[in-house]
């Protein structure tokens, strides 16, 4: 399997990424922790507290049809690896975002903005994990 690395559209997603953290900070002075955001609306937050929530989470999700309406054409994404292995992996990232108390948006973006040693541990703790991740999928099973 090839990993293309695509510059120009990393630096512009994650742009959007810290703007948009950026702005939910200064308008509503909540921290962008995608699954926080989602857990609230699972756990049935305040009414006030919904609408932030659904619209953000619905912007999110809205990307591909963006995309459909500048270029014409829905993007291409390839998942290479089984339904099993997605559900594992789905399983494996709820279970770390729950002892880690937060996801990477949360402590990669908005927390180390914040100098959160809390946030510094955890990110160095998914960097870590990941890159152990690949090699043994990589190298040693061969996925």
Known sequence: ?????????????????????????????????????????IAFVPSED?????????????????????SGQMPVVQVPTSAPMLVIGG????????????CTSGHGVCGMARLSRRSFAAVLTFMITTAITVYILRHGIGV
Not at 5 to 23: R, V
Not at 91 to 102: K, N
């Open 91 to 102: 399983l494996a990232v709820g279970v770390g975002v729950t002892f880690g108390s937060g």
């Open 50 to 70: 919904r609408a932030w929530r659904v619209a953000l989470l619905l912007g999110m999700v809205s990307g591909p049809l963006v995309v459909m309406l500048l």
């Open 1 to 41: 399997m090839e990993t293309v690395f695509t510059p120009w559209q990393s630096l512009a997603g994650g742009s959007l990424i810290g703007l948009a953290a950026t702005l939910l900070m200064l308008s509503l002075g909540r921290i962008f922790g995608a699954t926080g955001i989602l857990s609230g609306l």
